[in-house]
């Protein structure tokens, strides 16, 4: 889905994305099947998706995991310094054409956010810009 209008989207899913009226340059929306996920589009564009604290994704984390418990599990994981949280950390998943990756945000020894998508999008820590 990232990379693809959302129309396309849409279609594929057979359902509409909410809320209909949005910005045309950024906006976040929803899908009533995937519960707890916002799907931020730019341009017309799906980029990225920011997870709930309730979803699971293929990595096995969620936002409250322990930080340690992803440095065991996934000992290739990259760590950044985050650039807001004082001893926080981006802990980036890239895929192996290094054009999609999932991110999680990292602050006081726990998970805080989990988001995947396209790059650039995926990095941007505000969302849209």
Same mark, same amino acid.
């Given at each position: 889905?990232?990379?693809? *209008?959302? +129309?396309?989207? &849409?279609? !594929?899913?057979?359902?509409?994305? @909410?809320?209909? =009226? !949005?910005?045309?340059?950024?906006?976040?929306?929803?899908?009533?099947?995937?519960?707890?996920?916002?799907?931020?589009? &730019?341009?017309?564009?799906?980029?990225? +998706?920011?997870?709930? *604290? #309730?979803?699971?994704?293929? @990595?096995?984390?969620?936002?409250?995991?322990?930080?340690? &418990?992803? %440095?065991?599990?996934?000992? &290739?994981?990259?760590?950044?310094?985050?650039?807001?949280?004082?001893?926080?950390?981006? @802990?980036?998943?890239?895929? %192996? #054409?290094?054009?999609?990756?999932?991110?999680?945000?990292?602050? #006081?020894?726990?998970?805080?956010?989990? !988001?995947?998508?396209?790059? *650039?999008? =995926?990095?941007?820590?505000?969302?849209? @810009?």
């Amino acid at each position: 889905m990232f990379g693809r *209008p959302l +129309a396309e989207a &849409e279609a !594929r899913m057979g359902e509409k994305a @909410l809320p209909e =009226v !949005r910005d045309a340059a950024c906006a976040f929306v929803s899908f009533p099947s995937y519960p707890g996920i916002e799907f931020m589009v &730019e341009e017309g564009v799906v980029t990225r +998706a920011d997870a709930g *604290p #309730d979803v699971i994704n293929s @990595l096995g984390i969620a936002v409250g995991t322990e930080f340690a &418990e992803v %440095r065991r599990k996934h000992p &290739e994981v990259e760590i950044h310094g985050h650039a807001y949280v004082p001893d926080g950390h981006n @802990l980036v998943f890239r895929s %192996r #054409d290094g054009d999609k990756a999932i991110v999680a945000e990292e602050a #006081d020894g726990r998970i805080t956010s989990i !988001r995947a998508g396209i790059q *650039p999008s =995926v990095g941007y820590i505000e969302g849209c @810009l």
